[in-house]
């Protein structure tokens, strides 16, 4: 195989003193942005976009790729710790990572966060290097058709798995996407549930909805509960290195989740959000068959390690996957992406087939740059976990005026306006009463995220089709996404009726037992 060989060079050529340097100031860097929420690897390439302009265009794509990398698994510290997203990727993480930090196992969500990126992100390079042809050719079968089937079995399968009751998770993914339905529509351009504000026209920014929902909505449900609350200053910080046990509850969810970032990462449009919460269900639903197995109780909703194990390899393995479509196609699939596709333009490269050949040594070395920025991702991170950790030691009004403050600066900073402050002040509220009345988050975000998405690729397959619906199932990668959508809603159903069965059966045989004694 020619790609072997090939990856072989650029692995060479990543490796010289100055690319290593740039490769470890990018993963560096993109750690530390990561962590801020609002900020993210997108803005943090965009400002070092006009200061690597006199860098040659090999070094300054190995410092960008080192950003995207770093700030991935950035976003995942917030998550597990305090419980804020640093990014849209991180929302999935939050949800059994946060939990383990308050069992004072934040060491170990760390450790097996950053494990897991690094074993995705090298297994996600390399499938990306040998199998780049092919994975381009799967994303170039997918139209407005079948994007809509995928976002639909997206919802279908976060609102069934991910919330546990199937009628709370419909009802929050219907907030989600009513939130995303704010703002001018893109097709007509009439303006919808802007309430008279100008500022409402550009709707409600993802952070305003993650920061709102997630990390000061948590702050006034924990506020509200007063002393009932977790004692942070007691908790273990503990140490980053897993136990046997850790390991063998960890690989398993690592390839997993590696598998389905590979697969949606090279999808334009799919972004990380959908492979790590389908991989957040998936684990969850398999933690449930083992415990029933087994006959002991499911972690799952109290800290299960392979609720940060398998998002965190479906959120870097995607990251990797999405340089299938950028670079060959030309096409972008995050933000990130899309700023690193002007920085190709800013050189004079254009993406796409014949990027491989009239540029090789540069796509080479970038695709190496990947392997190595994973390695450093590694070393960097691994022995602070325990650090990062302690800040759960703060005590509590500290610790949660720190996320405010943090919160607030980061949706201001947006675009300095105080309206948008007054959006995130209503997103809280919906936070806490969320919170209140037991109605799961993680359906409402995916609402929010792919919601636009869904309605977009809706009407762009009407459209095409001068109004035939058959469209929407005129393929089939379509008909089998439908297959499946419709499998996950099926499935619960009659789990549910075998346990209403079962239970009346153990009711009925001690009255049996009873009859025939007497």
């Known amino acids: 195989m020619d790609a072997l060989p090939l990856l072989l060079d650029g692995l060479v050529s990543a490796l010289t003193p100055m690319n290593l340097m740039w490769a470890f100031l990018g993963v560096l860097l993109g750690t530390a ?32 790729a080192g950003v995207y990398y770093g700030g991935m698994f950035g976003g995942a510290t917030t998550s597990i710790l305090l419980n804020t997203p640093g990014q849209a990727s991180s929302i999935a993480t939050t949800y059994e990572g946060h939990k383990m930090a308050l069992k004072g196992r934040a060491a170990q969500a760390l450790g097996t966060a950053v494990i897991g990126s690094f074993v995705a992100s090298v297994i996600g390079t390399l499938v990306v290097a040998l199998f780049a042809p092919v994975m381009v050719s799967l994303a170039l079968n997918f139209g407005p058709g079948e994007y809509f089937a995928l976002t639909v079995f997206s919802f279908v399968a976060v609102a ?47 952070v305003v909805v993650t920061v709102g929902l997630l990390a000061l909505g948590e702050v ?177 009004p500290y610790l949660y005026a ?44 995916i609402g929010v995220v792919l919601g636009p998405i869904a309605e977009t690729e809706f009407r762009r397959a009407l459209a095409a089709s001068s109004g035939d619906p058959s469209i929407l199932v005129g393929s089939g990668i379509s008909i089998t996404l439908y297959a499946l959508v419709l499998l996950a809603a099926v499935v619960p159903v009659i789990a549910g009726v075998r346990r209403r069965r079962a239970a009346r059966g153990q009711g009925a045989a001690p009255e049996r037992e009873s009859a025939d004694l007497g």
């Open 160 to 206: 069934a798995v991910v919330s546990g009751s199937v009628l709370r998770g419909l009802a929050s993914l219907l907030i989600g996407l009513a939130i995303g339905m704010v703002g001018i529509d893109g097709q007509s351009g009439a303006a919808r549930f802007d309430f008279g504000s100008s500022a409402m026209l550009d709707g409600i920014d993802i």
């Open 402 to 445: 720190g996320i405010t403050l943090f919160s607030v600066l980061a949706v201001y900073a947006i675009n300095t306006s105080v309206v948008h402050l007054v959006m995130l002040l209503g997103v809280t509220l919906l936070g806490l009463a969320m919170r209140t009345f037991g109605v799961p988050v993680a359906p409402a975000l």
């Open 220 to 396: 006034l449900y924990v506020a509200a509960r007063g002393s009932s609350g977790a004692d942070l200053s007691a908790i273990r910080t503990g140490r980053a290195w897993l136990s046997r046990r850790d390991w063998a509850r960890s690989w398993k969810p690592w390839l997993r989740g590696t598998a389905l970032g590979s697969t949606f990462g090279p999808i334009p449009g799919s972004g990380a959000e959908i492979p790590t919460f389908l991989s957040l269900g998936l684990e969850r639903r398999l933690a449930a068959r083992r415990a029933k197995r087994r006959g002991v109780p499911n972690e799952f909703g109290r800290g299960a390690i392979e609720g940060v194990a398998g998002p965190e390899a479906a959120n870097n393995s995607s990251a990797a996957g999405t340089m299938v479509p950028l670079l060959g196609l030309g096409l972008p699939t995050s933000a990130t992406a899309a700023i690193m596709l002007a920085a190709f333009q800013q050189y004079g490269l254009q993406p796409g087939p014949v990027l491989f050949e009239r540029n090789a040594d540069l796509v080479w070395t970038l695709l190496a740059s990947l392997l190595i920025g994973s390695v450093l991702l590694l070393v960097i991170n691994l022995p602070f976990a325990p650090l990062w950790a302690k800040l759960l030691k703060l005590p509590k």
């Open 33 to 64: 942005v990561g962590v801020l929420p609002g900020l993210g690897s997108a803005m943090a390439v965009a400002l070092l976009l006009p200061v690597t302009f006199r860098l040659d265009p090999t070094s300054a794509l190995i410092l960008f």
